[in-house]
Nanobody, 124 residues
Framework: VQLQASGGGLVQAGGSLRLSCAAS????????MGWFRQAPGKEREFVAA????????YYADSVKGRFTISRDNAKNTVYLQMNSLKPEDTAVYYC??????????????????WGQGTLVTVSS
């Protein structure tokens, strides 16, 4: 599976962005998809995950209520809608794919494939 993330950019605090991650291959619907982010000088952290069918979604506490993860299996794409952005959301955002489902969906080590990252900068 190859992943291509897009949609990052510069936005003012309080604004919105929508990230997309397009996947290659015909087995997209068998993967749990996740979004992670990495700020300068910090470790990569979990943001959101969505199960293979999209019925289950999980979020980091820091983004709950502001971000929404979704997927379109017909288009092999996962999305991250980010609203009410804050300067602390500034980071490189990565999409990732995990075969099947794991209760450790928040753990970077569970994911088999990663996209190249897209930079989100939120100005105050």
């Amino acid at each position: 599976v190859q992943l291509q993330a897009s949609g990052g950019g510069l936005v003012q605090a309080g604004g919105s962005l929508r990230l997309s991650c397009a996947a290659s291959g015909r087995t997209f619907s068998s993967y749990t998809m996740g979004w992670f982010r990495q700020a300068p000088g910090k470790e990569r952290e979990f943001v959101a995950a969505i199960s293979e069918t999209g019925r289950r979604t999980y979020y980091a506490d820091s983004v709950k209520g502001r971000f929404t993860i979704s997927r379109d299996n017909a288009k092999n794409t996962v999305y991250l809608q980010m609203n009410s952005l804050k300067p602390e959301d500034t980071a490189v955002y990565y999409c990732a794919a995990q075969r099947g489902w794991s209760a450790a969906y928040y753990n970077v080590d569970q994911y088999n494939y990663w996209g190249q990252g897209t930079l989100v900068t939120v100005s105050s």
